[in-house]
Each structure stands twice: as C-alpha cells, then as structure tokens.
C-alpha cells in the first residue's frame, strides 16, 4: 500500500527534535489495559511511544511505513520494529492487548486502518490515539510562531494536516458511530519541556510543511524569524517552558 511520506527525508531531525510524551499517559494507558502481554505502536517514526509503552508491557511491537525512520528508531530488547503500513499487517486476528497512534492518524486511510485495528485487537483490547497542536509558551514567542505556522508555511501543509488543527474532531471515530467499540473518557495530559532556541529551530525543521516550503522555494523559512526569536529570546541558549496539551481517544474492543 502506497503512503503519504512527509517525513523520511528529516528523520534523523525528527528523531532528535520532537518532544517527548510523559510517563504518565503510558503509566495510565497500561492501567486500563485487561492484559499487559503485548502492545503495538502504528506509524511509530522514530519508536518515541514505542519505548515508553515497552516499560509496561511485556512485548511491544512497532510498526511504520518509512524505513528511514525505522533507521533512527531507539533499539530496546523487547521492542520488535518492522516495515509496515498501518492499514494492512500481517499479524493474527486477536491479537494485541493495547495499540496505539501517536501524532499520525491523519495520515493513515482511517476507515482501513480501523478495519484491521479492530481484526488484530483483542476483544477487551484498547486502542488509544493521540495528538497535540502547537506549544504554549510566552505570548511573544507564541505570537511569533503562530505566524510562522499559520502564514509563512500555512499554504505548504499538507492537507490531512487540518485534523491536526481540529484536534481530531473531524475524524469519524468508530467508538462515536460503532457498538464495536466503547469510548473511554481520559484524564487530562501535557507534554512539558525546557528548549533553548535552537532546539526550538530543530523543532520547526522537523515540520512537513517546512520541508515542502524548502523544496518549493529552496529557501528555509526558519531563516525568516530567527532574527524576530533572538530578539524575545535573549539569551538564545536560555531555556524556555514549553508545554503541548494532548488530546486523547480511546476506545474499548467489545
């Protein structure tokens, strides 16, 4: 199955500049799992949730479409990384405890994906989705990259990007429309960390929308508001709080 690869050609950037998800969401998803014998993690990039969910279960497999991104996965004795689509895998019907999408669902043929999610979760099994959107921080320099998000790469965001920026409500989700699934109310969970301005600058590199810019305009548009930052950000190699909300689905096999 063909797919949309947007990330490939940064995934070491992206491996090394993402933010990274809390203890707590892994802890609480393991919590309200029945079994904790086997998890999966679609389109897991560079294994971020991957790793964090093999604290809590037995085995964990990873699956992603990009074999870049696999190179740059985080090796863990019992986390198995393989070659994959999300939509179709070769794994036995019934067959996970727990699986889990994080960032990337809006990239996936969603209706197949629920299809053969709903084949190779177990009955009872849980199936977790989760995004977040932009930061929170300064209002300067939130100000600053709102307009860098919205106007100087808004028009070189790829179009399954919107769900991002509808925090997933305009996803058909099976549990709103399906007696196969039973949604799950979450807690609330942040991602918090403390950035300097470059790792913020890796950050934004790490975005499909600045890569697409690049190639389109052989330009990269960080250059355009790092002045703008050094200035609201002084000193450059101080630490910031950065926080990203998470939004959560989860819903429950019957």
Not at 71 to 98: H, I, W
Not at 204 to 231: C, F, G, H, M, R
Not at 244 to 254: A, E, H, S
Request: with cysteine; proline share 6%.
């Amino acid at each position: 199955m063909l797919f949309k690869d947007y990330f490939s050609k940064q995934a070491n950037i992206y491996s090394v500049n993402r933010p990274t998800y809390p203890r707590e969401l892994f802890e609480y998803l393991a919590s309200i799992t029945p079994s904790k014998k086997i998890a999966l993690d679609c389109a897991t990039g560079n294994g971020q949730a991957a790793v964090s969910l093999a604290e809590f279960f037995e085995s964990v497999k990873a699956i992603d479409a990009s074999q870049k991104q696999l190179q740059n996965a985080k090796a863990r004795p019992n986390v198995e990384y393989k070659l994959s689509t999300a939509e179709k895998t070769d794994f036995p019907n019934d067959y996970f405890d727990l699986i889990t999408v994080a960032q990337a669902l809006h990239w996936f043929d969603i209706e197949k994906f629920f299809n053969e999610a709903k084949r190779i979760l177990k009955p009872n099994g849980i199936i977790a989705i989760f995004i977040y959107t932009n930061f929170i921080s300064d209002s300067k320099i939130e100000h600053i990259i709102d307009n860098f998000y919205n106007n100087i790469v808004g028009k070189y965001w790829p179009p399954e990007r919107k769900h991002v920026d509808t925090r997933y409500e305009s996803i058909p989700f099976p549990f709103d429309m399906s007696n196969e699934f039973e949604e799950i109310r979450p807690p609330s969970f942040i991602i918090k960390t403390h950035w300097n301005c470059e790792q913020l600058f890796g950050y934004l590199e790490s975005w499909s929308a600045t890569q697409i810019y690049k190639e389109k305009n052989n330009l990269n548009p960080i250059d355009l508001i790092k002045d703008e930052v050094y200035k609201v950000w002084d000193p450059p190699e101080a630490e910031k709080e950065l926080t990203w909300p998470l939004y959560l689905k989860i819903g429950i096999k019957k």
